[in-house]
């Protein structure tokens, strides 16, 4: 199964990639601060949309650095789902609850799948391609060279921050992924 992560260039290296330093730091919805893991989404356009959501709401008047996109490749087997259903009716709130951290921290302790793959909340359409996948940085087959490609990524240049909220912005991203 392919994988896609955008990151600045700024840290752009190889090893950057996989490390999960940036969440380990910041925590996030899935891993508490001091938990690396390595955020990926199941498309280069969902990659997009988390990327944006989550730099705009921590550099909210920024200009968006340069880019690149790293294709990840990992065993379908490798991966334990979680679906939508299974986690509590709050999941989507921000801030997250606590409570989805728990998820991520069995996964991540227990180490017998390399990656966690999540439903996404920046978007209320749930397909087969509607996941964000985690995966571990310290588990053994991510030494079995899963990246394997990095390119440089960019934003068509008439792209600015939206000035909308609310069901304004799901609306639209709505509409970029042809769920409407």
């Given amino acids: 199964m392919k994988l896609y992560r955008l990151q600045s260039a700024r840290y752009g290296l190889p090893n950057?990639?996989?490390?999960?330093?940036?969440?380990?730091?910041?925590?996030?919805?899935?891993?508490?601060v001091g938990m690396p893991v390595v955020?990926?989404?199941?498309?280069?356009?969902?990659?997009s949309l988390e990327y944006l959501v989550h730099?705009?709401?921590?550099?909210?008047?920024?200009?968006l650095?340069?880019?690149l996109v790293g294709t990840i490749e990992i065993n379908e087997s490798d991966i334990l789902t979680i679906e939508a259903e299974m986690l509590p009716k709050n999941w989507r709130n921000s801030p997250a609850p606590t409570s989805l951290q728990k998820v991520s921290k069995e996964w991540f302790h227990n180490k017998k799948f390399l990656a966690l793959q999540l439903p996404t909340a920046v978007h209320s359409a749930q397909t087969e391609l509607s996941f964000n996948?985690?995966?571990n940085p310290l588990h053994e087959a991510m030494n079995l060279g899963v990246l394997t490609k990095i390119e440089s990524f960019y934003f068509d240049s008439r792209y600015q921050k939206p000035q909308i909220q609310g069901h304004?912005?799901?609306?639209?991203?709505?509409?970029?992924l042809g769920t409407h």
């Fill in 16 to 32: 950057d990639f996989l490390s999960g330093k940036g969440a380990e730091l910041t925590g996030g919805r899935w891993n508490p």
């Fill in 39 to 47: 955020y990926t989404s199941r498309t280069v356009e969902l990659a």
């Fill in 55 to 63: 730099y705009f709401e921590g550099f909210p008047n920024s200009k």
């Fill in 65 to 67: 650095p340069d880019l």
């Fill in 133 to 135: 996948v985690l995966l």
């Fill in 168 to 176: 304004q912005m799901s609306d639209l991203i709505e509409d970029i």
